[in-house]
């Protein structure tokens, strides 16, 4: 350890990101402090479904799923299409098997292959999540890896800045309102403070198009940390691509789990009509929802209810009300205040195209299991934005690059504070787990190289 530092590795952030960068440090050896601002760790990570993409764990390989890094970059790539960081997709689909690996048996984090389906943009299972699929169980397993690991995680302590001598990033400025102010000095700072959808002036001047739709992401998304990077250098990349939800639940504000369509569901508006093809995916989506005409339903039927109860969040927004079951088509244009002649049309369109009697006419081709039939459940949703996914270009190993390509000598980014690999502008390039991805993959990689940098590495 350098004598004059507080710590070898600080870390700003305490979500997937922050305690995966954390452990990865401490395994190398180095002394690593987390600082998060608000009172309790997890940011987005806690309100996540936790699903991490792992092309060639070990629980694909004992559940027979053939997958490989290889195949992983293809996915991500055609999901995503080309953007401006297609160097992190190549570096994270390498190393995203071992990830999980890693976490899983060094430390001890439940992480479990889910066969129940694939997901946007994945042509094999390759998601892994608490058995719960919430994030909260996944930060609760990081904090306690990192407890056993000597990391000390610290709330309520808000970084407001870097301390920056020379050029080389030195450590951090910690204020907070209950906090007397002070400086820690660090080997390496590793900002894993996510993106900066909570910040409507941020947004407005870095990704316009996002403007009009709500968040429904933690609150501590402020930006402040990519402004920070801005300042010593670097710059953005990919920075108007993000995170949608076409249908979080309304009033409820939680995931009406996508499940719902990718089993045979559609999203119709107050016309009755449905809005596009709905399997581009529940991010690349929000933008068609965000054009229907307020209230948007999701209409599937007890069959894919009955098969989506699996799932935690999903179970309890059926039994706050957000899934009500209606006899016929009759009742749901009851339920719904939609024209039952245009629902009619709409659902006698879709279960001809659902049997291959005709194209769709939004060009969908996977219907899931059988055509819709009553009793048919109804849900009303509302389009959100989850995730910023553009942020400071880093290298393959998080290191903050200026607009030469050169290093910020001690400055790493992970998850959204750096680029993300969901293509280069709106929400379609979206793969399931990207967000997740750039946080705990490159958490692990900037994690190392931080430790490497202040010689603490084995
Ligand atoms: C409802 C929802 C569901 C999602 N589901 C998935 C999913 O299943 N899979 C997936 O891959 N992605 C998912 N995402 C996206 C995913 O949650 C994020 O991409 C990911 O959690 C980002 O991780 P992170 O570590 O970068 O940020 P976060 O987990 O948000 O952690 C950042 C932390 O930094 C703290 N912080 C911010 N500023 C400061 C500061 N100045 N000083 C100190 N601390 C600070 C924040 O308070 C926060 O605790 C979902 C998002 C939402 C909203």
């Not at 169980?137 to 970084?159: M, S, T, Y």
Request: glycine letters at 16%; a negative charge; one cysteine or more.
């Amino acid at each position: 350890m350098a004598t004059e530092n507080d710590v070898d590795v600080v870390i700003v952030g305490a979500g997937g990101g922050g305690l995966v960068a954390a452990l990865a440090a401490a395994d190398r050896g180095a002394s690593v402090v987390v600082l998060e601002k608000l009172n309790e760790a997890g940011g987005n990570t806690g309100l996540s479904t936790g699903s991490i993409p792992g092309g060639g764990s070990a629980q694909q390989k004992a559940a027979g799923v053939n997958d490989d890094p290889e195949r992983m970059f293809t996915d991500l790539m055609r999901q995503s299409g080309p953007h401006e960081a297609e160097h992190l997709t190549r570096r994270l689909a390498e190393t995203s098997g071992a990830l999980v690996d890693w976490l899983v048996d060094k430390h001890h984090v439940r992480l479990k292959l889910i066969l129940d389906y694939k997901h946007v943009g994945h042509s094999v299972n390759r998601l892994h999540a608490p058995a719960s699929r919430r994030g909260g169980d996944l930060v609760a397993d990081l904090l306690a890896a990192c407890e056993k690991a000597g990391v000390d995680v610290i709330l309520g302590n808000p970084v407001a800045g870097l301390i920056v001598e020379d050029g080389v990033v030195r450590g951090v400025k910690v204020e907070g309102e209950r906090i007397e102010p002070y400086e820690l000095r660090a080997g390496a700072v590793i900002l894993a403070a996510n993106g900066f959808a909570a910040n409507r002036d941020l947004v407005t001047r870095w990704a316009p198009e996002l403007a009009s739709l709500e968040y429904f992401g933690a609150h501590g998304s402020t930006g402040e940390a990519i402004e920070w990077g801005l300042q010593v250098g670097g710059h953005l990349k990919n920075a108007a691509a993000f995170q949608g939800y076409a249908a979080v639940a309304y009033p409820h504000g939680s995931i009406l789990s996508w499940t719902t369509v990718e089993k045979g569901g559609v999203l119709i508006d107050s016309t009755g009509s449905r809005m596009g093809d709905e399997i581009v995916g529940y991010s690349g989506f929000t933008t068609e929802v965000t054009g229907g005409q307020q209230p948007i339903w999701a209409l599937y039927d007890t069959r894919i209810r009955d098969i989506t109860l699996r799932e935690d969040e999903y179970r309890e927004l059926v039994e706050m009300g957000g899934a009500k079951e209606c006899a016929d088509d009759q009742e749901v244009a009851q339920v719904t205040g939609v024209p039952l002649d245009a629902l009619r049309d709409t659902l006698e369109q879709y279960a001809s195209a659902s049997r291959g009697d005709r194209p769709d006419q939004h060009g969908r081709t996977d219907f899931g299991a059988e055509p819709l039939r009553p009793p048919y459940v109804v849900s009303r949703v509302t389009p959100g934005l989850f995730h910023t996914q553009g942020g400071l270009d880093v290298d393959t190993e998080g290191r903050v690059l200026r607009g030469d390509g050169s290093e910020v000598p001690g400055l790493f980014a992970v998850g959204g504070v750096a680029a993300g690999v969901s293509g280069q502008t709106g929400g379609r390039g979206y793969s399931s787990g990207n967000g997740l991805l750039t946080a705990v993959g490159l958490g692990q990689l900037a994690g190392d190289a931080a430790a490497d940098f202040v010689g603490s590495g084995d």
